[in-house]
């Protein structure tokens, strides 16, 4: 039997560790006295919930909440989420119906997506949804939207991305280490829609029936009916067009962002507005800036020289080609392309 000192010595140690011993951190939006169950994060804050919250917000804790209870019931424990709060606060506010703060970082949100299907939480992602196409991330980010949306299974959301990655150079090592992280089933209709709008082009430009003075053989001058015209400027500006659009898929270097541009996403004419204030309005100029940017087809030693190019007859000297209707047509080829990919193989929507 122990001594009384020594029991006495017991009971102030044991008084000690429980007045010492760290209070729990809750988290102050989710702090609720009443809320029955506690999550976990990675960083160790701790999350109040009501359990009929959880049960009706994900499938997951309805089927975990509905198991019978373990002998001598349940634990009230934390339950330990091994998620960061940067990841679990978002959702859990989603699920809580609390304010959630606009999303900056489309790693953050991400990371909730993958959370929330996890969980099986349809409330959260269809709200994650309509963020995941956002102007900024479509804008900054469309090849990482396109695989989280085909990721999910988001189809309309997949086919708006594919579009927008028209203009950036899915070629590029950046661009590869996404791509590397996606299932073939998604990364070749991709690099197909990319690589039919190419050869598709190609077969147009090459048609006599659209560009008959530079595809029609012979074709003598318009003007004095008698010089066969010599089309290598021609072919070098169409080779240069094919060439661009292995870097940008869009075309944006045959495009006019003019004003009639900017009118249609209600940008004040009267202004003077140039490329980067055009692209916060989601007008795609890519890295040309359009036909007159500096790397845009008006800049082009191929097509400065092929609209400078005349009939070789003394006395004749009429242009080869007409520049505005070339042009134009060229744009009406571009306009006719595919620019989107078909998401049949896409699973149904995970929602």
């Known amino acids: 039997m122990a001594a009384p000192q020594q029991q006495t010595d017991s ?36 999350y109040r ?14 089927t975990l909440l509905s198991l019978p209870p373990p002998p001598g019931g349940h634990s009230t424990d ?27 970082s489309l790693d953050a949100l991400s990371g909730v997506l993958f959370l929330a299907q996890n969980w099986d939480a349809p409330g959260p992602l269809a709200s994650l949804r309509s963020a995941l196409t956002s102007h900024k991330f479509l804008t900054n980010h469309p090849l990482r939207v396109y695989a989280l949306a085909s990721h999910f299974g988001f189809r309309p959301e997949t086919q708006l991305a594919s579009t927008r990655t028209l203009s950036s150079n899915i070629f590029s090592l950046e661009s590869f280490d996404i791509l590397s992280t996606m299932p073939a089933s998604a990364t070749l209709p991709l690099l197909r829609l990319h690589r039919a709008r190419r050869d598709a082009l190609r077969t147009l430009f090459d048609s006599p029936e659209r560009f008959l003075a530079g595809n029609g053989q012979p074709f003598h001058c318009s003007s004095c009916a008698i010089t066969p015209l010599e089309n290598s400027t021609w ?5 240069r067009v094919l060439r661009e659009l292995d870097v940008c898929s869009s075309g944006a270097a045959m495009q006019d962002y003019g ?20 692209q916060d309005y989601g007008i795609a100029v890519s890295r040309s800036g359009g036909m007159w940017g500096e790397d845009g087809m008006g800049n082009w030693p191929e097509a400065k020289a092929c609209w400078a190019a ?10 080869n080609y007409d520049r505005v209707a070339t042009i134009r047509q060229m744009r009406a080829c571009l306009d006719g392309l595919p620019f989107a990919v078909d998401v049949d193989w896409l699973d149904e929507d995970c929602m």
Not at 13 to 37: L, R
Not at 259 to 278: E, F, L, N
Not at 310 to 319: L, Q
Request: aromatic fraction near 8%; charge should be negative; glycine fraction near 6%.
């Open 11 to 46: 009971k102030l140690i044991a008084e000690v560790n429980q007045t010492t011993a760290p209070s729990p951190i809750y988290h102050h939006a989710f702090a609720a006295p009443d809320a029955e169950i506690a999550l976990e994060s990675a960083e160790g804050t701790l």
């Open 310 to 319: 005349v009939c070789v007859k003394p006395g004749c000297g009429a242009t």
């Open 235 to 239: 072919r070098a500006l169409k080779h």
């Open 259 to 278: 004003v009639a541009a900017m009118q249609d996403y209600g940008i004040a004419a009267m202004q003077d507005y140039g490329v980067a204030a055009m």
């Open 49 to 62: 919930v009501h359990s009929y919250t959880l049960q009706t917000t994900s499938g997951l804790f309805k």
């Open 78 to 104: 934390p339950i330990p989420v091994y998620q960061p709060d940067t990841v679990l606060e978002p959702l859990l506010r989603l699920m809580c119906g609390l304010e959630t703060p606009p999303w900056t």
